[in-house]
């Protein structure tokens, strides 16, 4: 052999090892950040919060990074066979891989997706009624009921695939956003899953702020309802928002949800009782339902999209839902039946609640019942049941936000974590006084942000995920599918900044 050939043989071996090696520099950083935790664990032993399973969050995301260079290095390597004969025929099971011991059942799960979709929304919808008028916003909400229920199934359905696709046994919504883009048939796009994944975690950031924004106002209003009906006094609602802001900080500063947990579930149970309690009242003082528009204009059909989309909408969660699932492949029965159940309940709400109060409606419901024993405590339990979810719908954005900001505050790390909660309860406030008006606000959420969590980024993700599964020179009806859905969710966006302005 000829020495130039020799040298061609060397350098090539040398490169095709070199492409097979682990990508173990991806978790430098990680390692890094483990080892900055140990230092100030054996400075300050007594501080237990530095190691808080809570704040310990960033195996997974150097985890994934290291699985999606070794999925593109094993994709773009023509000798990876050579050197592991038959690995890829073992299909890589990642439901025997999850190791939860708290993983939920079946009706656990579908427990929680509802629980998700039933917020403060649903105590809007006989508003979101009166903007569309009666029959068609019955016919809109059911082909809203499955239009969302089909971008989680295609969600869950990429994200099953993706586990396969990159060995890994579970991803968030922003982990499977940056695992699309960067395992995606463009090449160029790449080097923008990054990129991609800070919108998304921005997009659900945004949303569910503004949900606690929601929260707030509609514990001030209903405190205003009953405070001023009792005292004969008028004041503005956003004085009452300061007033409701103290309570909010006190809650949003317990750091583990499992404190919140029971009272959630409680007050979930009281959602349950506001809908029974509104069927009986606007039963009790409906009219003919004739009097009621079936239709009114194509804005007010934007408007109740909005609405009803923030209502029942219940995708921010559903990975997560899947994620701790004992039975993952159900996921779909999960959705599906859970879903029905929501549809149900926002429907039977918004209907009966515009039948009864007609143009007069407002929100929340609660505010058309009575002065009387029964609806006073209902207020009273309301505003203590907002005040809960609202410290337990704090937790996801914070932890956003924590994932990023919590790495430079290594020392006193609790107390610079309780630091930023109040500061973001502080900044929710700003936003609510600035914007009081509740109804609007769930518009805008339901038609600009849930447009893109809803249906335009699962499109994107869809797309590249299912790309090379069609067959060459065959039509590819599902991405033509996917960019109708894209174009829906922009139809919608640019609704709701003309409804925020009108």
């Not at 130039?4 to 097979?20: A, H």
């Not at 023509?78 to 690995?87: D, M, N």
């Not at 499955?146 to 994200?159: D, E, G, K, Q, R």
């Not at 300061?242 to 909010?248: A, H, K, Y």
Request: aromatic content about 12%.
């Amino acid at each position: 052999m000829s020495a130039p050939e020799k040298n061609n043989e060397e350098t090539n071996e040398n490169k095709n090892q070199s492409t097979l090696e682990p990508a173990q520099e991806d978790n430098t950083e990680a390692n890094e950040y483990r080892n900055n935790l140990d230092k100030v664990q054996r400075d300050n032993p007594a501080d237990t919060t530095v190691y808080d399973n809570d704040n310990y969050d960033v195996a997974s995301v150097y985890t994934l990074k290291g699985e999606l260079s070794q999925y593109i290095d094993r994709s773009e390597s023509s000798l990876y066979h050579e050197y592991y004969p038959g690995i890829e025929s073992v299909q890589y099971n990642y439901i025997l891989e999850r190791q939860n011991p708290y993983s939920t059942n079946f009706l656990e799960s579908m427990s929680h997706l509802i629980k998700s979709c039933l917020g403060a929304g649903i105590l809007g919808m006989h508003e979101g009624f009166m903007y569309a008028g009666i029959w068609t916003s019955l016919v809109t909400v059911f082909i809203l009921g499955l239009f969302i229920p089909y971008s989680m199934l295609m969600l869950v359905t990429c994200a099953q695939k993706m586990y396969v696709k990159i060995r890994v046994p579970k991803l968030t919504y922003a982990d499977l956003a940056e695992a699309a883009i960067a395992t995606g048939p463009l090449k160029p796009c790449r080097r923008l899953s990054k990129t991609f994944r800070y919108i998304v975690d921005f997009c659900l950031f945004l949303q569910l702020c503004g949900t606690c924004c929601i929260y707030e106002i509609m514990i001030a209003d209903t405190l205003k309802q009953v405070i001023e009906t009792a005292s004969k006094q008028n004041f503005s609602l956003r004085i009452y928002i300061v007033i409701s802001m103290i309570p909010l900080l006190v809650l949003t500063l317990i750091r583990s949800l499992k404190y919140l947990a029971p009272f959630a579930l409680v007050a979930d149970l009281f959602v349950a009782v506001c809908i029974i309690t509104t069927m009986y009242y606007s039963i009790a003082v409906a009219s003919d339902i004739r009097d009621r528009p079936a239709w009114k204009n194509f804005h007010g059909l934007i408007e109740f999209c909005g609405v009803c989309i923030y209502s029942m909408d219940g995708i921010p969660i559903v990975l997560a839902v899947e994620n701790n699932m004992n039975t993952p492949q159900y996921i779909k029965h999960v959705i599906l039946y859970g879903m029905t159940i929501v549809v149900i309940a926002v429907t039977i709400t918004g209907f009966f609640g515009y039948w009864a109060w007609g143009e007069s409606c407002r929100t929340p419901i609660t505010t058309h019942m009575p002065m009387e024993m029964l609806p006073i405590i209902l207020r009273f339990l309301l505003v203590g049941m907002l005040a809960v979810t609202f410290a337990v719908q704090f937790w996801v954005p914070f932890r956003t936000v924590w994932h990023y900001i919590g790495k430079n505050c290594l020392r006193k790390r609790a107390c610079w974590e309780r630091f930023y909660r109040l500061l973001q309860v502080v900044a929710i406030t700003a936003v609510a006084l600035i914007f009081p008006n509740m109804i609007k606000l769930m518009i805008f959420m339901g038609d600009f942000f849930l447009a893109f969590i809803t249906f335009i980024f699962p499109a994107l993700i869809n797309i590249n995920v299912t790309w090379n599964e069609h067959k060459p020179r065959t039509i590819r009806w599902s991405c033509i599918k996917d960019v109708a859905i894209i174009l829906f969710g922009v139809v919608l966006c640019v609704g709701s900044l003309y409804s925020l302005f009108d």
